[in-house]
C-alpha cells in the first residue's frame, strides 16, 4: 500500500509539472495556490505578449534560433502552433529583444513548474506526516 502511495504522488507531481507547462500558473491552481497561480498566469503571458508585440509571430523561429525556441517552448506546448504558423524569422534589433523577452517567459514558466512541483511535495509529505529532510 505505500508503493500505490508513492505512485499517486509521482503522478500527482507530474500532472502539477504537465499543468504549470500547457497553461502558466496553473500547477499552482491545482494546489490551491490561486493568488500565486494569477501572478505566474498574468506575468508569464503578459511578457510574452510584450515580446511577440515588438518583434511580431515571426520571433518563435524553429529553424534559424534553436536555443531560444527551446526556451520560447517553456511557455506552453501551443509556441509550437505559433511556431508553425510563423515560417520567417524576425530580424533586426526589434527581433533580437523580442526574442530575450519570450523566451525570458519561458524560462520563467520552467522556474515556476519546478517550484509548484517543490511545493505539492512539500504538501503531500507534510499531509501525510512523512518528514524528509
Not at 507531481?13 to 498574468?42: N, S
Not at 502552433?81 to 523566451?103: D, F, V, W
Request: hydrophobic content about 45%; glycine content about 12%; aromatic content about 10%.
Amino acid at each position: 500500500m505505500l508503493q500505490r502511495s508513492k505512485d499517486n504522488h509521482l503522478l500527482f507531481l507530474l500532472t502539477v509539472a504537465l499543468a504549470g507547462w500547457v497553461v502558466p500558473g496553473a500547477g499552482y491552481f491545482l494546489l490551491k495556490e490561486t493568488k500565486r497561480g494569477t501572478i505566474i498566469l498574468v506575468t508569464v503571458v503578459l511578457t510574452f505578449c510584450v515580446g511577440l508585440y515588438i518583434g511580431s509571430i515571426g520571433v518563435i523561429d524553429l529553424d534559424g534560433a534553436k536555443p531560444w525556441y527551446v526556451a520560447q517552448m517553456m511557455n506552453s506546448p501551443f509556441v509550437a502552433i505559433l511556431g508553425h504558423l510563423a515560417k520567417g524569422g524576425a530580424y533586426g534589433k526589434p527581433g533580437e529583444i523580442a526574442q530575450i523577452y519570450t523566451s525570458i517567459a519561458g524560462l520563467l514558466n520552467l522556474l515556476c513548474i519546478v517550484n509548484a512541483v517543490y511545493l505539492g511535495h512539500q504538501q503531500v509529505t507534510q499531509g501525510t506526516g512523512d518528514q524528509q529532510c
